[in-house]
Structures are given as C-alpha cells and as structure tokens.
C-alpha cells in the first residue's frame, strides 16, 4: 500500500468518507451574512473548492460561482457534479492567477490550513486584488482549539458506504503542525491506499494580521458558521471580512 499524492486517491471517495456533510447551512450563512450588501454579490470565487461541494450550494441559491483547487483529482470530481458550465481552475495556493474580479470569496472546510503562516499572508493579498472593494471574505481556519483536540485524539476511524478508513494524526506543538496519515480500505475487494497530508494550526493573531496587511476589514468571528461569537472552545472558527476600498498593502 503505497502512498499517494494528497488527494489523488482520496478525490474518488471524498464526498463518501470525509466530508463534513454540512456545506447547505455554510451556504446559508455567506448567503446571509452579504444578503445586504448594497452592491449586490452576485460572483463567489470557491478557493480550494475540492469536489465542488459548496460550489453546488451557492449555485443553488443563484450565485455566479468560479472554483479553484491544487488538485487535479478533486477538480475532475467537481467537473462530474457541476458540469461543463462551471468555471474550474486548478491553482497552487498563493498563486492565483485568474483574471477576474469578484464579489466575494469563500474558503470552506479548513482548505486554507494546508498553507505556511507566511503563505497565508500571501494567498490574502492574492485574494484581494480579485475581491471589489467592499467585497466579501469567509472562510474557516483552525487555531488552538482543534490543535488541542487533535493532540487529545489523534486517531479517527470509521466505516461508510463499504469503506474502512483510519486517520492517523501527528501534532508538533511547537511547530503548530499536523502530519496525516490517511489509510482507506474497500471492504469487498480489500483495495488499499494511504495518502499523507500536512496542515498547519494557526494563531487567532496571525489571522488577524494577516487579513489586515491584506487590506480586509474584520467584521467578525463565529463559531462554525453560525451567529455565535467564536470562543477558545471553538473547533472551526469562521472569519468574516472585507476588502477596503483603498486597496491592499504589501503583504
């Protein structure tokens, strides 16, 4: 059982195995959070959109919706969900090279934990120069709450839709990282494959100054996705910013 590259096998189960099943109430959220914005959000740039999960919610609710993601065999799963209409594009994190501007961007399911801090700070700049002015910013971000619940519970296994699964988690405290090993097995046959993956916990500081070295504004913090203030217990932090009208300053 060989290791693969992180999601190339994974892609083909993803939605079965691992996802949180909760992207229709995410959507809801963004849908309110910008519902009155004067100028009206219309375009969603999904960054790190994988199987095109959250992309299918927003495009339900009348949104205009380009996704991006570094994984071919994620993308190829989201071309199969959403069709041929959507625009995907596959790009590397802090590259981002598309040449449009958007009303808003989103960033569900700790896609953005994969990146370095200095990374971070470099993907936010990048995402301002294709968000409006005014424009929207949500996303998630683990911080010091899921670092210690991983430390705590560092395996997680399960059975779904005839595959066995095992995560297998590494924290370095000092270094506020997380090495995954990813085993998934078919139950039928007995087929195996291990993927290995690499994420990164960040400070609330960190965050925050890297989304106001960007040019965004922090309108607030929630606890996954709903109307309640994020606290030191909460697991998946949701940022909420926008983009200044003066532009972003040099990250």
């Known amino acids: 059982m060989s290791p693969a590259d992180p999601y190339a096998r994974l892609a083909g189960v993803y939605d079965e195995i691992v996802v949180d099943p909760s992207y229709g109430r995410m959507a809801a959220f963004v849908h309110e959070v910008w519902g009155d914005d004067d100028a009206g959000v219309r375009t969603v740039l999904d960054v790190c959109c994988g199987t095109g999960l959250m992309a299918r ?21 989201a071309r199969r969900l959403l069709g041929p209409d959507v625009a995907l594009v596959q790009e590397a994190l802090p590259d981002l090279a598309i040449d449009a501007v958007f009303d808003a961007a989103v960033s569900t399911f700790d896609g953005l934990n994969y990146l370095t801090p200095p990374d971070l700070r470099a993907t936010l700049v990048a995402l301002a120069n294709r968000i409006r002015p005014g424009g929207w910013l949500v996303f998630d971000a683990h911080t010091d709450a899921m670092m210690e619940f ?16 095992a995560i297998t988690n590494t924290v370095e405290v000092a270094t506020r990282t997380c090495d995954s090993r990813i085993e998934v097995t078919r139950e039928s046959d007995g087929e195996a494959f291990t993927e290995r993956h690499r994420q990164y916990f960040f400070t609330d500081a960190q965050v925050g100054d890297a989304l106001a070295a960007a040019g965004f504004d922090l309108v607030g913090v929630t606890d996954d996705y709903g109307h309640e203030p994020a606290d030191g217990a909460s697991l998946r932090p949701t940022w909420v910013a926008r983009r200044r009208g003066g532009g972003p300053r040099p990250g």
């Open 57 to 77: 919610e927003l495009i339900a609710r009348g949104y205009r919706v380009t996704g991006i993601d570094a994984s071919a065999a994620m993308l190829a799963r």
């Open 150 to 165: 991983t430390v705590a519970n560092p395996v997680v296994e399960g059975e779904k839709d005839g595959w066995r699964f």
